[in-house]
């Protein structure tokens, strides 16, 4: 079963087009990466999946339901994680966390095991009482990343999840991506890390200029990369037509 369609979506801001006509599936149980160079529309499409910005063509359907004819059900469905959380500073972590918990109607039995279990993955129990506004810029990336994955939602939406992690943290992630894909739930991964995406992700989309070019398993991308043998930053280069820098990096090693 396919927990996320994506259909037709578009976008425009003027005479701009961010997101042309995106068609995409994502079934249930699977890390889904979506990868582009900066501007290509990556995050305006993840706002659209979230609900954040509205399309100007095009649907999302999320288990099941229309995000524009039930978008309270799909948000309920959904733990967005933004490359740039917004905290409310003058809440504690622990205040913070019982605030999502409640909008998403955890239990309290539920709440307290799970954020509690994600709080000590993290090292934030001693500052669970403390100010957001104390919050190291890792820390706050931490402490939105527990108050989403505390949630089992079935779909979970990030957009650059290791930034201000440091490699403890950002191994944990990881592995908490793999345990809840075990576990049933989707995760739809945007990242500019290429080496995370091809480690985690079982297939991924590349998006350029707001189109999307392909989506496939690493063997299907090689196939679209015209080489059998290459990596994921190879096959990304070649679909991007980033030309300029394969240039560039010959000739920095004819230099050394």
């Not at 927990?3 to 005479?15: A, M, P, R, V």
């Not at 999840?161 to 576990?183: H, T, W």
């Not at 297939?203 to 290459?230: E, F, K, N």
């Amino acid at each position: 079963m396919n927990i996320l369609e994506i259909i037709n979506l578009t976008k425009q801001y003027g005479d701009f087009t961010a997101v042309d006509d995106i068609s995409l599936s994502v079934a249930t149980g699977e890390i889904f990466g979506f990868l582009g160079p900066n501007g290509a529309g990556k995050t305006t499409t993840i706002k659209m999946m979230a609900g954040l910005l509205k399309p100007d063509g095009g649907r999302v359907v999320i288990n099941g339901n229309d995000l524009a004819a039930d978008p309270l059900t799909c948000k309920q469905e959904t733990a967005y994680i933004p490359d740039r959380p917004w905290l409310y500073e003058k809440l504690t972590g622990q205040e913070y966390l019982q605030f999502i918990g409640s909008l998403y109607g955890l239990a309290e039995d539920e709440f307290v095991r799970e954020s509690e279990s994600c709080l000590a993955l993290f090292d934030l129990m001693t500052w669970r009482n403390h100010l957001i506004e104390g919050y190291s810029h890792g820390m706050r990336q931490k402490l939105i990343m527990t108050s989403m994955l505390m949630l089992k939602t079935p779909l979970v939406v990030v957009d650059e999840p290791m930034v201000g992690l440091d490699p403890k943290s950002a191994r944990i992630v990881k592995e908490l991506f793999k345990n809840r894909a075990a576990a049933g739930s989707t995760i739809f991964l945007s990242t500019h890390s290429l080496e995370i995406a091809e480690e985690l992700c079982d297939r991924i989309g590349i998006i350029s200029d707001g189109r999307l070019l392909t989506v496939g398993d690493m063997a299907t991308l090689r196939q679209a990369g015209g080489s059998d043998g290459s990596d994921l930053e190879e096959i990304f280069l070649e679909l991007t037509g980033a030309w300029e820098l394969k240039e560039i990096i010959r000739s920095l090693r004819a230099e050394r």
